[in-house]
């Protein structure tokens, strides 16, 4: 539900006091001038009753006179806030979406301000989303399409056997699967990275929720008679559950694709007061430390012999994730001893600052 700010009414009332002040000043200094003209004779009394006409207009034009003298000089000051704001949506039309205002005073202005800088922040991110896209993959989808193209070559000579046709399909098809695959994932990670805070949240249960992951994969740890061991709890949190269910599908995913056949993987779960840490691990390669440090960059593959089945954007996409939750990733390995990814999550990670804003 929209959150009314009463911001209409507020600047209604602003705006009227505003006009009585200058009113108010208008009529001292008005009467003060009138006075002053009078007491040293350069503006006569009215002598009788009948000419009290030209004594009114007289009085009404020096009111007039300082009324506008006052608005020039001291008018535009109330306006100031709304000169800023003109100025940075020219900024902003113009495409520089780093514009930021600061508004301090009267409060609306600073909520308008709050509004006007989140609006600004989300434009970068669309932006940045356009741009990592078109650059990341760019960098990444040649070697694919170069493969796609030198066998569609060779299909198109007609000199091949039926078994050579058959396998140079399979080729095509797989390649044009990792191109669809890893458009998606550029697409997915330069989403998350735009993203200044979470949207969407709600309230789930994290122990089902990784359960129901480990279903999702069942084909894949089935086909490797992989066993699971659980320790896991009703653990209730805040958050966007789509984005977390992308960390758990990628963490165990990981976990059967680098564990060898019949092993096991261990999914445990460790509760305090106000978080909570999630611990994921296999026994399968493992890695070096070079490669722990990296594991999280983007388009980085540890491990060469498993290159075909991602594109290394996986735990680009979880760490991000994990971070727009307040959280941590951390990973402990070994070469053949396997891996284990602890991720660390507050149990309410939602500020007030996401609080949506209704102005009419």
Known sequence: MKKRTGFPTNIVLLSAGIIFILLTLTMFISNAVIIFLLEHGIMDTPPHPGSLLPFLLRTAVISILTGTILTLCIGHVPLRPL???????????????????????????RKLSHCFNQMTEEL?????????????????????????????????????????????LDIIIEEAKRLTALSANVLNLSKVESMSFLTDPTSFNVGEQIRECVLLLEKKWTEKEISFHFHLSEQKMDGNEQLLKQVWTNLIDNAIKFSSEKSEIILSMETESDSFTVTITDHGLGMDEKTQHSIFDKFYQGDPSHSSEGNGLGLAIVKKIVELHRGTITVKSQPMQGSSFTVMLPVSPITANHTALSID
């Not at 780093?98 to 409060?107: A, C, D, F, G």
């Open 83 to 109: 000169y800023k704001l003109m100025h940075a949506i020219h900024s902003v039309s113009e495409g520089n979406f780093q514009t930021k205002i600061y508004l301090e005073h009267p409060k609306e202005f």
């Open 124 to 168: 970068a991110g669309i932006e940045m989303l356009r741009s990592d896209f078109i650059n990341n993959f760019s960098h990444e989808f040649k070697t694919p399409m170069v493969s796609i193209l030198g066998f569609a070559n060779l299909l198109k000579k007609g000199d091949l056997t039926a078994e050579e046709q058959a396998e140079y």
